[in-house]
């Protein structure tokens, strides 16, 4: 059960994390509109203000179900890796968790801007917005394989 619900969180993380990278990417580097479409521009070139919604929903089933499943890592990962003295490798977990909070805090007004802003007036808003998720979404993502693989490690 507990290997199911991991992989599932594993797999909305991946979704999430192609997700705000499309996003962001369109929003602070647009493809332009002339340009020879090749997978770097098509990758850039996609209406962002259609994964808001996504995105939004995809992080809180994201950080719902690491929520879930934080009980099993405490029991499974968090005090062996402490009992081998990887205590490092712990608070970089932690920071992990509390980014994930900080993310669903700013997920109110990430929802506000790209729905309600005005295009040029807010821009610099929604670019901030979106980068900080972003950088939350892939910290995370990379923290938590990282975390697993060492817990498989030892």
């Given at each position: ?24 990417l369109s929003l602070w580097r ?125």
């Amino acid at each position: 059960m507990t290997l199911t619900l991991l992989i599932v969180h594993a797999l909305f993380a991946v979704v999430l994390i192609g997700a705000v990278t499309h996003q962001a990417l369109s929003l602070w580097r647009p493809a332009p509109a002339e340009a020879h479409r090749n997978l770097w521009t098509s990758f850039r070139a996609v209406r962002g203000m259609a994964y808001t919604k996504s995105i939004a929903l995809l992080y809180v089933l994201t950080v719902i179900g690491g929520g879930i499943i934080y009980p099993f890592y405490v029991l499974d990962a968090k005090k062996p890796l402490l009992n081998m003295g990887l205590e490092p490798v712990v608070g970089v977990f932690e920071i992990k968790e509390h980014l994930a909070i900080l993310g669903l805090g700013l997920l109110p007004a990430y929802l506000y801007y790209w729905a309600n802003g005005d295009a040029d007036r807010d821009l610099a808003v929604r670019r901030i917005l979106t980068l900080a998720l972003t950088v939350f979404v892939w910290w995370n993502f990379l923290v938590g394989h990282v975390v697993t693989a060492i817990r498989g490690i030892f």
